[in-house]
């Protein structure tokens, strides 16, 4: 029972995050109704992983808002939503697992926006949206917990 309400809450989370990622390409914004419900999500999920310990979910709070400290630093060239959706990933996977989705994403990313520059589609200043690199980063993470 306790491992089927954590996959489920698991599920549900990427459903919120794929969502949060197509809003993001549409709108380069994400509605706060969608980030709130995103981290109450990821609030209740906490109690059901077992693996992460206390200072885990502190850690993964710290990555998140190291990305707002970073959006904010930056005149939001990173964008305090995706900072807000980094924070409610690492409430519920951790700091390690959190640490994994930036990467991850910040990989892909990279590799994107090399491909852009490289066929002149964009320049320097062009805006990327993060949060589905963000949702590349989480099922891949994810698919590792459910799978284990």
Same mark, same amino acid.
């Given at each position: ?7 489920? $809450?698991?599920?549900? @989370?990427?459903? $919120? ?7 993001? %390409? &549409?709108?380069?914004?994400? +509605? &706060?109704?969608?980030?709130?419900? $995103? !981290? @109450?999500?990821c609030l209740?999920? =906490?109690?059901?992983m ?5 200072? +885990?979910?502190?850690?993964?709070l /710290?990555?998140g !808002?190291?990305? *707002?400290?970073?959006?904010? /630093? ?11 959706v ?8 951790g ?8 990467? *991850? ?5 990279s590799?994107?926006? %090399? =491909?852009?520059?490289?066929? #002149?589609?964009?320049n #320097?200043h062009?805006?990327l949206?993060?949060?589905?690199? @963000?949702?590349?980063?989480? =099922? !891949?993470? /994810?698919?590792?917990v $459910?799978?284990?």
């Amino acid at each position: 029972m306790h491992l089927t309400i954590q996959n489920s $809450l698991i599920i549900i @989370i990427g459903g $919120l995050l794929f969502i949060a990622g197509i809003t993001d %390409i &549409r709108k380069q914004m994400v +509605s &706060r109704r969608l980030l709130w419900i $995103l !981290f @109450i999500v990821c609030l209740v999920t =906490v109690p059901f992983m077992t693996e992460n310990s206390i200072l +885990s979910i502190i850690g993964g709070l /710290a990555v998140g !808002f190291c990305a *707002i400290g970073i959006s904010i /630093a930056s005149k939001e060239q990173v964008g305090k939503g995706d900072g807000i959706v980094i924070t409610a990933i690492g409430l519920a996977l951790g700091a390690r697992r959190c640490l994994l989705v930036v990467c *991850i994403a910040s990989l892909l990313m990279s590799l994107i926006a %090399i =491909v852009i520059l490289l066929f #002149r589609r964009g320049n #320097r200043h062009t805006r990327l949206p993060f949060l589905p690199a @963000i949702f590349a980063g989480y =099922v !891949f993470c /994810a698919g590792q917990v $459910l799978i284990c």
